[in-house]
Nanobody, 125 residues
Framework: QVQLVESGGGLVQAGDSLTLSCAAS????????MGWFRQAPGKEREFVAH????????YYADSVKGRFTISRDNAKNTVYLQMNSLKPEDTAVYSC??????????????????WGQGTQVTVSS
């Protein structure tokens, strides 16, 4: 069982930066691929980024590539999402997720087992 708690959300202006954190419980954090997802009002949840257990490889949605950076500290059981050059369209609830076997199938990353409650990010224009 893994429990995930996000923090760091808030209200910022377009062009600002924000860093989200996701703290995980349990001793097996380093076994999980960690992902960030977001859901805007009236829209489906969308993938943002993920990072493999060792941190050696990352993957980003095209919409955030070059602006967001995902990283992890396995000693602290924490994954981060550094968000730069924020845009109003980045406004959403951001959630982290953990999974041991992530596959890309039918246009989605599947296999995330645990989810956090999310943190709100609002970007004003």
């Amino acid at each position: 069982q893994v429990q995930l708690v996000e923090s760091g959300g808030g209200l910022v202006q377009a062009g600002d930066s924000l860093t989200l954190s996701c703290a995980a419980s349990g001793r097996t954090f380093s076994s999980y691929t960690m992902g960030w997802f977001r859901q805007a009002p009236g829209k489906e949840r969308e993938f943002v980024a993920h990072i493999i257990p060792t941190g050696a490889s990352t993957y980003y949605a095209d919409s955030v590539k070059g602006r967001f950076t995902i990283s992890r500290d396995n000693a602290k059981n924490t994954v981060y999402l550094q968000m730069n050059s924020l845009k109003p369209e980045d406004t959403a609830v951001y959630s982290c997720a953990a999974g041991r076997r992530i596959v890309y199938n039918l246009g989605e990353f599947r296999g995330y087992e645990y989810w956090g409650q999310g943190t709100q990010v609002t970007v004003s224009s």
